[in-house]
C-alpha cells in the first residue's frame, strides 16, 4: 500500500453562516438580562443608534420577601428579626453582603456589574440530573429551581407552588427536600431560620448546641445576648460564646450568592401568556423589558452633509449597517418567540387550565419542525427565557417534556399517566390489590393503552408496592 501526501480535489456542500445570521442566533440564545447589557453596550459605542424609550422589568425573587407573612405586623416582625439575625450571622464575614434596600439602585448595579459564569440555576439543575428526584418529577423540580430568588430563598415556601401547579402539597414538599440536600447548603429555605437549620444539618450540626439555639431560640440570637442565652440554656457563657462563633462559622444568610461574586440578578419575563376576556389564552411580548431602539436622526443627516468628509461617512454607514443588522436580530428574536409561544399554548393548553397533570408531551424537534427551523434554533431560542403565565413565573423549558408511547400510537405524558395510575391504585380494594396486568387492562378500557411492563415501570417509580405489599388482611 503506497503511503505519503496527496493532493486532490472534492466537489462537496458546505454551510457558511454570515455574520448577520450568527448576530441572529447569538441574540435569540440571550436571556433578557444579558441581553440588555448587549444593548446598553452597543449604544455607548455605536452612535447611530440611540434609545427610543426607557424600559422597565417584570422581577421576580425579591430578596427583601424571605417569608413574609399576610398580617402586616407578623411580616413586620419577620423581617426585622430576620435583619438582626442576618446580622448576627454576617458580622464576621466580609464575603457577604446584604441586599440593598433600594430596589431601584440595586437593579442599576446589576447592569453594572453583570458577570459570566455558572448561575445558581445552572450549578442546582446539574444536580437535580444525577439526583435521587423521578424523571416524571423533574418538571416540578425545575419550577421550583427557577422559583429561587439569587440568595437562594423559595419566597412564600411550597404552598404557591403546589396551587399554582395543582400538585400535591406533600409532593412539593418531597422534591423541594432534595433540592434543600443540594449544595451549596441551605437553598431552598422559606426563612433565615430555615436556611441557617439547613446549613448546620448539613455540616453534622443536627442536634447539637448551635443547631438547637438556632431552632429553639432564633430570637434571642438575633437579639445578640449571649448572657441571656446562657442563662436560658443553663450554659456557661463561653459555651454560648463558642455556639454563636460555630454558627458564623458555619453559616450564611444567603447562600445563593455564594455560587459567584456578583451582586443578585432577577428573572425577568420577556412575554407574558394571559387568559383573555372570552376565556382563550394569547401571548403577547413585554416589550417594556427591553429597550427600543431606533437610528439618529442627526447622524443619518450628516450623511446628507456634503461638507462631511468621505472617510467620516463611510465610518457612519459602517455604524448604521451595524445598528440596523442588530435591529434586525432583535425584531427576529421576538418574532421567534412569539411563534413558539402560539405552539406552546396550543399544545399545553390543558396545564394552563388543569395544572401539572395536563402538561403534554413536547418535543424541541417538533417545534422546530413546525416552524421550519433548526432544532438547534429552537433549543437557543427557550434558553434562559421565562414567560409569565396563570400559572405563575416559568422557564420556557418547563414546557419541553418527553412522553409516554401508548400501543395506539398516542402520546400521554408521564405526569398524567402517573397519576391517573396512582388515583386507580389508590382507589382498589386493599383486601385483593390488581396487578400490573389488571390494572393495564383497566387502563386500557380507558383509552389508556400500555403494557403490564409499563405500570409495573411506573408504579415502582412512584414507590407504590408490589400486590403482596399491598395486601391487607
Given amino acids: 500500500m503506497q503511503q505519503g501526501l496527496f493532493q486532490g480535489q472534492r466537489m462537496g456542500q458546505e454551510q457558511i453562516m454570515a455574520p448577520q445570521q450568527m448576530q441572529s442566533l447569538e441574540i435569540l440564545a440571550m436571556p433578557v438580562m444579558e441581553l440588555q447589557q448587549r444593548i446598553n453596550q452597543e449604544l455607548s459605542g455605536n452612535p447611530t443608534l440611540e434609545l427610543e424609550e426607557a424600559g422597565g422589568e417584570i422581577l421576580d425573587g425579591d430578596p427583601l420577601a424571605h417569608g413574609a407573612e399576610a398580617d402586616p405586623e407578623a411580616a413586620a416582625r419577620a423581617v426585622e428579626r430576620d435583619e438582626s439575625l442576618a446580622s448576627i450571622v454576617s458580622s464576621e464575614r466580609g464575603n457577604y453582603q446584604v441586599p440593598d434596600n433600594d430596589a431601584e439602585e440595586r437593579r442599576r448595579h446589576f447592569f453594572d456589574s453583570f458577570s459570566q459564569g455558572e448561575t445558581l440555576e445552572e450549578m442546582l439543575m446539574q444536580q437535580l440530573r444525577t439526583s435521587e428526584v423521578p424523571q416524571h418529577l423533574h418538571p416540578l423540580a425545575e419550577h421550583i429551581i427557577g ?11 411550597p404552598q404557591p407552588i403546589a396551587a399554582a401547579l395543582g400538585v400535591d402539597l406533600k409532593t412539593v414538599k418531597e422534591v423541594l427536600a432534595v433540592i434543600q440536600s443540594f449544595d451549596p447548603p441551605g437553598i431552598g429555605a422559606s426563612d433565615l431560620q430555615e436556611c441557617l437549620l439547613l446549613q448546620l444539618k448539613k455540616r453534622g450540626q443536627q442536634g447539637k448546641l448551635p443547631w438547637k439555639i438556632v431552632a429553639k431560640h432564633a430570637d434571642l440570637l438575633a437579639k445578640g445576648d449571649a448572657g441571656k442565652l446562657a442563662k436560658f440554656l443553663k450554659l456557661e457563657l463561653v459555651q454560648v460564646q463558642d455556639a454563636i462563633a460555630e454558627i458564623r462559622r458555619l453559616t450564611t444568610p444567603w447562600p445563593g450568592l455564594v455560587v459567584s461574586d456578583r451582586n443578585p440578578d432577577f428573572i425577568s419575563a420577556e412575554a407574558v401568556i394571559e387568559t383573555l376576556e372570552d376565556g382563550s389564552l394569547a401571548a403577547r411580548p413585554l416589550r417594556d423589558s427591553m429597550p427600543r431602539l431606533r437610528l439618529s436622526d442627526r447622524c443619518l443627516a450628516i450623511l446628507e452633509d456634503p461638507k462631511v468628509p468621505a472617510e467620516d461617512k463611510k465610518w457612519i454607514r459602517e455604524k448604521v449597517f451595524a445598528s440596523k443588522s442588530l435591529m ?3 425584531e427576529m428574536r421576538e418574532s421567534t418567540l412569539m411563534r413558539l409561544l402560539v405552539i406552546v399554548i396550543r399544545e399545553q393548553e390543558a396545564f394552563f387550565r388543569e395544572g401539572l397533570a395536563g402538561l403534554k408531551p413536547l418535543t424541541m424537534r417538533s417545534i422546530a419542525e413546525e416552524l421550519g427551523v433548526h432544532e438547534t434554533t429552537v433549543s437557543r ?28 400510537g398516542s402520546r400521554l405524558s408521564t405526569e398524567a399517566f402517573k397519576q391517573r395510575l396512582q ?48 395486601r391487607r388482611s
Fill in 147 to 157: 422559583s429561587l430568588d439569587d440568595a437562594g430563598y423559595l419566597n412564600g415556601g
Fill in 381 to 408: 431560542a427557550i434558553s434562559g427565557k421565562h414567560v409569565q403565565t396563570p400559572r405563575g413565573l416559568l422557564a420556557l423549558r418547563f414546557f419541553f417534556s418527553t412522553g409516554l408511547e401508548t400501543s395506539s
Fill in 423 to 470: 388515583e386507580v391504585i389508590l382507589s382498589e380494594d386493599r383486601r385483593s390489590p390488581l396487578g400490573d396486568g389488571d390494572i393495564a387492562d383497566l387502563l386500557a378500557a380507558e383509552g389508556l393503552e400500555v403494557s403490564r411492563r409499563t405500570v409495573t415501570k411506573y408504579r415502582e417509580d412512584l414507590g407504590i408496592g408490589s400486590v403482596p405489599q399491598r
Fill in 328 to 330: 434586525r436580530a432583535l
